[in-house]
């Protein structure tokens, strides 16, 4: 099946041969005393960002706490501590093995690991449980757990804002090691992952993330970054993978947009496993040796980086070519646009090219895989000092305004997301009285409950009245049925619920 | 009895609507949901509360709802409840739009393929209409981008309803009582007392109808709005098995909607004997989407059995079972299809499967179930619910094992 699928990746990369007429001419070397100065870097997603100046820390926030600690000790559950805390408290887990799924669906939990003498609380999935760790929350924090042995994955967040995930170690874990989804505002950093058969960490659909200091390696993915913007990739080590570090949109997403990654600092080294990813998944076309591939996502620096013993190719920049086998999607921009390209260290790639590369390759009349390849040949890419590399398709690239990122010390936000939108006439109490309560009570006329006129009449200034009546309800007139219990609002709820519509005109 | 409707539909309709009742008068006040704001009625929901990445209303429990329709007045909103299950927008007074969305079976109709005028068995299930506010395309092959660009297609359609515009036209305006009704909800348009009825209005006010149609109060919304003790442990159970990344139900059917609203190839079968749809593909001019469907919202999906677009699977528990079968384990032999890369093989166990489906059966909410008109103004009889028992189609799933 994939060579079959890879197969069919050929042939559209020969087709895009095309477009890489004469590429293989030496740029010429230009000696410039002294070098010419150059601009700031400008992000589009950096506009809402801590910018450098006046800061002296960055990622110095932490999910807020309130005192509470919950102590949980081998032999115990995690989940029955999750359920036990409120919000703001911390779980601090023993050294010991905790064989369960911990899922949080509360705001600012903090799941400590507690580590003794290098023994970590282990959580292990015995090659049967589907993850180990999942997230809703608005605010959350993972540290210090060593996972293995997951069908999933080890860590996955469901739309959580504010997480952190750091410091944990893992080992083959099936899908994923990390995955925030559907969040804004992380942090993913000094994790330890390997032995993962797709993404050891897997930043999807996500906005400001950085993904920093954590050590991946016998992944068929490293680090991928799908259809998520403001991303800043730094300082990671990161090899043995099949393919080092992706920047990607997917096909066939609700979010179609990949956008402002920075990718600087890292170790790209050896990535050269063979690629035992699940088939059909589209991690299964990347061909091993793959240092970097940025796939159809925009504005991506690549600046700083150390690739070296990757055996087909340093960095590839494709579109939807490498996604053959999903169908295609009309909504979103295949091309790999503005791609900027500044110093990095480029030694010993592409080697020994996979059969896929090798094929493109030969229709360029080269065997060797460059340090650069642009399949596409975008024309509005940039970059510095081209003279160093050995590169494909990137005749169109221009020289690059800006020589670094320092102006962008991190794309997480400067304030946590808030866990509510504030918009007026969006009270709390009007969305619940009429979002829940109007289902049986209407103002003037008989529905299932009894009209609202007439429940003012007889609370008139007792609003907590109605909210304590509504929690444990009593059948109180024969000719209406027994209402149902509404605890599942909260106090507050209830009693925004009763104000607004004791205030109700009509 | 249905002869002597169409009989009383084609010569003496506005003789039957005429049968000494009082004049209809539309409801000024907004139905469950909707609060009254300068006329017209606004959408409220404890959702609204929550923001979401992109605005594009996917994530997780607490994550706020995609774009949405409101903003119709009340008036027209019970316009459109009338129009909804008055039959004589169909060709003969036979079929309503309740006919292949009947309140009682989820606004489906309980058929695996729906049934059209004069008993013609289409090729589709009948979509519910819950939610159907929040969606951005409509039918499953994804083709129409509004619910008014929508109901053209089984109003016109010759298996469906059978009528066209013309028809349609001089039938409402041979309505004395409709073209009071629509007076009253379209008065700007009527200051003239010669004007007439117009497509447009009828296309608004059964819009208006359907986006009153929310079901956000399901016992699995307590819990994401923080009630912990609204599920079971077996429901929870299953909702971690949903959103796990080994079943993998939340990537595609993603709350709060559970549905990302994409096309997604699947390779589910067809009932026996029934050829290959190509879904998409089709309206798309698209070759890799075929196959491809609209990814349905399971919010009420416990009341809408059979399950998938021609209804092959008669229960919740067979239909979830199709996800643990491997890829493309149901695909004809010949067919190549770009099979979505979620599907794949997960190795659920039958407890798993069972747990999935206590937890499916928690996204039921029918509290802002809508009332059915007592009479309509055609003076004909309501249509919805003889359809609903039509148990003599063969719908194609007799002959699955």
């Known amino acids: 099946m994939n060579k079959i699928l890879a197969a069919v990746g050929a042939l559209v990369l020969l087709g895009a041969g095309y477009y890489l007429g004469n590429a293989n001419q030496p740029e010429p070397t230009v000696i410039k005393v002294p070098a010419p100065s150059r601009g700031d870097f400008a992000s589009a997603g950096a506009s809402e960002v801590a910018a450098a100046a006046g800061k002296v820390s960055v990622r110095a926030w932490e999910t807020p706490t309130s005192g509470e600690v919950i102590i949980v000790k081998d032999g115990e559950s995690i989940q029955e501590a999750v359920k036990a805390a409120e919000p703001g408290a911390v779980i601090k887990i023993m050294p010991g093995t905790y064989r369960e799924t911990v899922y949080v669906d509360k705001d600012n939990i903090t799941l400590s690991g507690v580590i003794e003498q290098g023994n970590y609380p282990v959580m292990h999935g015995e090659g049967v449980r589907n993850d ?75 906005d400001n993330v950085d993904v920093v200091y954590n050590q991946v390696f016998d992944s068929v993915a490293g680090i991928e970054i799908e259809n998520s913007r403001s991303a800043l990739v730094e300082g990671n080590f990161v090899y043995n993978n099949t393919g080092g570090i992706l920047a990607f949109i997917t096909p066939g997403l609700p979010i179609k947009t990949c956008g402002d990654v920075i990718i600087r600092n890292n170790f790209v080294v050896d990535n050269n496993h063979e690629n035992f990813a699940i088939p059909g998944s589209l991690v299964s076309n990347i061909p091993p040796g793959t240092g970097m591939l940025v796939m159809a996502c925009d504005d991506v620096v690549i600046e700083q980086n150390i690739i070296s013993g990757n055996d087909s190719v340093g960095v590839l920049f494709t579109d939807f070519s490498l996604a053959g086998n999903a169908a295609t999607d009309p909504d979103a921009d295949p091309n790999p646009n503005r791609p900027k390209i500044l110093n990095n260290i480029m030694q010993d790639n592409g080697k020994n090219p996979a059969p896929l590369v090798r094929a493109f390759l030969a229709t360029q009349l080269q065997t060797r895989g460059p340090d650069f390849v642009d399949t596409v040949g975008m024309d509005d890419g940039c970059i510095l000092n081209p003279e160093r590399f050995r590169t494909l398709g990137l005749d169109k690239y221009g020289d690059c305004d800006f020589a670094n990122t320092r102006t962008v010390l991190t794309y997480t936000l400067p304030e946590p997301v808030p866990p509510r939108v504030n918009e007026t006439n ?6 619940a009285y009429y979002g829940v309560c109007a289902g049986c009570h209407a103002y003037g006329s008989r529905m299932i409950g009894p009209p609202t006129q007439i429940i003012q009449a007889l609370y008139m200034d007792n609003p907590e009245g109605i909210a304590a009546y509504a929690a444990n309800p009593v059948r109180k007139r024969d000719d209406y049925p027994e209402m149902p219990p509404q605890a599942h609002l909260d106090e507050e709820t209830r009693l925004a619920a009763a104000k607004f519509m004791l205030g109700l005109t009509r | 009895m249905k002869r002597l409707i169409a009989f009383c539909f084609t010569f003496v309709a506005s003789v039957c609507s005429q049968a000494g009742d009082e004049p209809i008068v539309l409801n000024v006040d907004c139905p469950p949901g909707f609060e009254l704001s300068a006329g017209h009625c606004e959408l409220r929901s404890l959702y609204q509360l929550y923001p979401s990445l992109q605005n594009a209303g996917v994530g997780g429990l607490k994550t706020g709802l995609p774009q949405w329709r409101d903003g119709f007045t009340p008036r027209q909103t019970d316009l459109g409840r009338y129009l909804f299950f008055d039959p004589v927008l169909s060709r003969d007074g036979t079929v309503s739009c309740a006919t292949c969305h009947a309140p009682d079976l989820g606004f489906s109709d309980g058929l695996g393929r729906s049934v059209g005028i004069d008993g013609a068995m289409l090729s589709r299930s009948a979509p519910s209409l819950w939610n159907v506010a929040f969606l951005s395309s409509f039918f499953w092959d994804g083709r129409a981008n509004s619910l008014e660009g929508q109901m053209v297609g089984p109003l016109f359609d010759k298996h469906e309803m059978g009528s066209n515009p013309q028809l349609l036209l001089s039938t409402l305006n041979g309505i004395q009582a409709y073209r009071e009704l629509f007076a009253q909800a379209f008065p700007a348009d009527f200051v003239d007392k010669d004007a007439s009825i117009r497509l447009e209005q009828v296309y608004t006010a059964i819009t208006a109808f359907q986006v009153t149609l929310v079901s956000l109060n399901s016992r699995y919304d307590q819990y994401a709005h923080g009630y912990a003790d609204a599920l079971t442990e077996p429901e929870k159970e299953g909702l971690n098995i949903f959103r796990s990344f080994v079943a993998r139900c939340a990537e595609c059917h993603t709350p709060p909607l559970f549905t990302n609203q994409q096309i997604a190839v699947l390779g589910t079968p067809e009932p026996e004997g029934m050829p290959f749809d190509p879904g998409a593909a089709v309206p798309m001019n698209e070759p890799s989407q075929r196959g491809g469907f609209k990814v349905p919202s399971l919010r009420n999906i416990e009341l809408t059995a059979p399950y998938m677009h021609s209804g092959r699977f008669t229960t919740l528990r067979e239909a979830v079972s199709f996800y643990t079968g491997g890829r493309g384990h149901a695909v004809p032999e010949g067919e190549e299809l770009k099979i979505h890369w979620h599907i794949w093989e997960p190795n659920l166990t039958d407890a798993e499967l069972d747990r999935l489906v206590d937890f499916l059966k928690t996204l039921t909410d029918e509290s802002f179930k809508p009332e059915t008109p007592q009479r309509l103004p055609s003076g004909l009889q309501l249509m919805h619910n003889q359809v609903a028992g039509a148990g003599e189609f063969d719908n194609g799933v007799d002959d699955h094992e």
């Open chain 1, 132 to 206: 180990a760790v999942l997230y809703s929350g608005n605010g959350f924090t993972v540290e210090n757990l060593y996972i293995t042995k997951y069908k999933g994955n080890a860590i996955m967040g469901q739309a959580g804002n504010n997480y952190i995930i750091r410091n944990n170690i893992i080992v083959d874990t099936g899908v994923y090691g990390i995955f925030p989804q559907l969040g804004k505002n992380g942090i993913v950093a000094h994790n330890v992952i390997s032995g993962i058969e797709d993404a050891a960490i897997y930043v999807g659909m996500s």
């Open chain 1, 426 to 431: 969006m009270e709390k109490g009007k969305l």
